[in-house]
T-cell receptor
Framework: DTGVSQDPRHKITKRGQNVTFRCDPI?????LYWYRQTLGQGPEFLTY????????KSRLLSDRFSAERPKGSFSTLEIQRTEQGDSAMYLC??????????????FGQGTRLTVV | AQSVTQPDIHITVSEGASLELRCNYS??????LFWYVQSPGQGLQLLLK??????LVQGIKGFEAEFKRSQSSFNLRKPSVHWSDAAEYFC???????????FGGGTRLMVKP
């Protein structure tokens, strides 16, 4: 297993279009996270799944954003009616669900979205 | 609410010099603390983590960090910096449920030859 994989690596879209990103976590990890990172900032938590259940959503995740994780494997993040403010790096991470003190997140390389 | 502050946005050091990157956190309970490194255009790689026990933790690439509860700090150190260490470094605190990280704003490290 080569780690967390994200596709595409880069996406340029016109304002108002819909985009979808995919994340494939490390195979034995049942927790999956999405973060957003804008230029010059640290990543900000968006949402997290345990298996197929979406258990936590940040206030940053507006109604235009939706994430799914069917069958508890890969995940998709869709942004509808994109706005220029959505331009950012979208990072996916996964972790195994051991005890709470030992869940470290492994990050993918991210999808960089540019809305023009 | 948990938060992380990295006071230094940019740091430049000479190759071979020692390094210390500062991190201050705010969290009501025992913190779970992490340092990640991000090279340009790349994702985040975990350098080290603190959950409990010895307050001086060793990580990869020769990095170490010291947890000081009294100062709410978790500073990252390296005795001798290599040119390949130039990157952005993020400190993060994890919540007790282990399902969310809160990151600082990052410190960009530049290494002079």
């Amino acid at each position: 297993d080569t780690g967390v994989s994200q596709d595409p690596r880069h996406k340029i879209t016109k304002r108002g279009q819909n985009v979808t990103f995919r994340c494939d976590p490390i195979s034995e990890h049942n927790r999956l996270y999405w973060y957003r990172q804008t230029l010059g900032q640290g990543p900000e938590f968006l949402t997290y799944f345990q298996n197929e259940a979406q258990l936590e959503k940040s206030r940053l995740l507006s109604d235009r954003f939706s994430a799914e994780r069917p069958k508890g494997s890969f995940s998709t993040l869709e942004i509808q009616r994109t706005e220029q403010g959505d331009s950012a790096m979208y990072l996916c991470a996964s972790s195994p669900h051991r005890d709470r003190a030992n869940t470290e997140a492994f990050f993918g390389q991210g999808t960089r979205l540019t809305v023009v | 609410a948990q938060s992380v502050t990295q006071p230094d946005i940019h740091i430049t050091v000479s190759e071979g010099a020692s390094l210390e990157l500062r991190c201050n956190y705010s969290y009501g309970a025992t913190p779970y603390l992490f340092w990640y490194v991000q090279s340009p255009g790349q994702g985040l790689q975990l350098l080290l983590k603190y959950f409990s026990g010895d307050t001086l933790v060793q990580g990869i690439k020769g990095f170490e960090a010291e947890f000081k509860r009294s100062q709410s700090s978790f500073n990252l150190r390296k005795p001798s910096v290599h040119w390949s260490d130039a990157a952005e470094y993020f400190c993060a605190v994890g919540n007790n449920a282990g399902n969310m990280l809160t990151f600082g704003g990052g410190t960009r490290l530049m290494v002079k030859p």
